[in-house]
């Protein structure tokens, strides 16, 4: 059975994956110092770890900023370009099981899809992600190293960061516990710890981006939520979006290969592709 190669090609890191038979083929990601280098690397390596012949891919899909640079066929293969948000929504459908959702991809910046079964299509977005946390610990924290920043959160005590509800209100406000978030870096100190200032800056990057999530859906019945990308994969992921679904009665989903999304609904762009040329 012939795979489709789907490719999420960013600056310096790249992600595959294959689709064979309608299932996912252990997905990979590789870091290099340009997108080309960091492409063809990904490529031969995903190839040699799953015993994967030039000859048993039926189509290359390539998707993210990384793929303007990729001008010609890789390796000889037949070669496209896949439409990022549509590869968004697709992947996410497909690791979701849910047709109906809208997609929150968190990368450099945030992007949000609406997907409504087989209509997909940009909503829009907000310039807060993973750039901006690594632009921020630079100048606050002296390191943009995620892992470095993560493992100092691990640490943090948020309440010496944010104002919360129960620093300015002596009881509960309607459908908000007292440690809401009030005010974001708004109780933080001049002699904040490395610790403290880490869990705040994960912490604003993540409710900056659920809150604006929220409010893409008010005018709609929609309350699912799909997240994708490499913040993902921040554990603090695990406990500040269940805060968000209690107050708003939303669902955020993080899915098995929530990483890897883009990749996947790029592969699963061939097939479509091989519909419309039938």
Do not use: W
């Amino acid at each position: 059975m012939k795979i489709a190669i789907g490719i999420d090609v960013g600056i310096s890191t790249t992600k595959i994956v294959g689709i064979r038979d309608g299932k996912v083929v252990k997905p990979l990601r590789i870091k290099a110092t340009d997108p080309v280098t960091s492409l063809y690397g990904a490529f031969g390596k995903y190839l040699y770890d799953n015993k994967i012949e030039l000859s048993d891919v039926d189509q290359v899909m390539l998707t993210g900023v990384g793929a303007a640079y990729i001008d010609k066929p890789v390796y000889g293969l037949p070669t496209q370009k896949a439409d990022e948000f549509l590869a968004d929504g697709l992947g996410a459908q497909y690791e979701s099981k849910l047709q109906r959702m809208i997609v929150v991809s968190m990368g450099t910046g945030t992007s949000l899809v609406l997907c409504n079964g087989d209509e997909i299509r940009h909503i829009g977005g907000i310039g807060i992600g993973g750039g901006t946390l690594s632009g921020l610990s630079r100048l606050l924290l002296q390191t943009d190293d995620v892992k470095e920043v993560v493992s100092l959160a691990m640490n943090g005590d948020i309440s010496r960061i944010n104002l919360q509800i129960k620093d300015i209100s002596s009881r509960p406000l309607p459908g908000l516990p007292m440690d809401a978030t009030a005010s974001l870096f708004a109780n933080a100190q001049a002699n904040a710890s490395r610790e403290d200032i880490a869990l705040g800056l994960i912490g604003m990057v993540l409710q900056s981006i659920g809150s604006a999530t929220i409010l893409s859906a008010l005018n709609s019945n929609i309350r699912d939520f799909v997240l994708i990308g490499n913040l993902t994969l921040l554990p603090q992921c695990e406990y500040l979006f269940p805060v968000m679904e209690k107050i708003y009665d939303v669902r955020f989903i993080i899915p098995k290969y929530s990483e890897f999304c883009t990749a996947i609904g790029a592969a699963l762009q061939a097939s479509r592709m091989g519909k419309k040329d039938g």
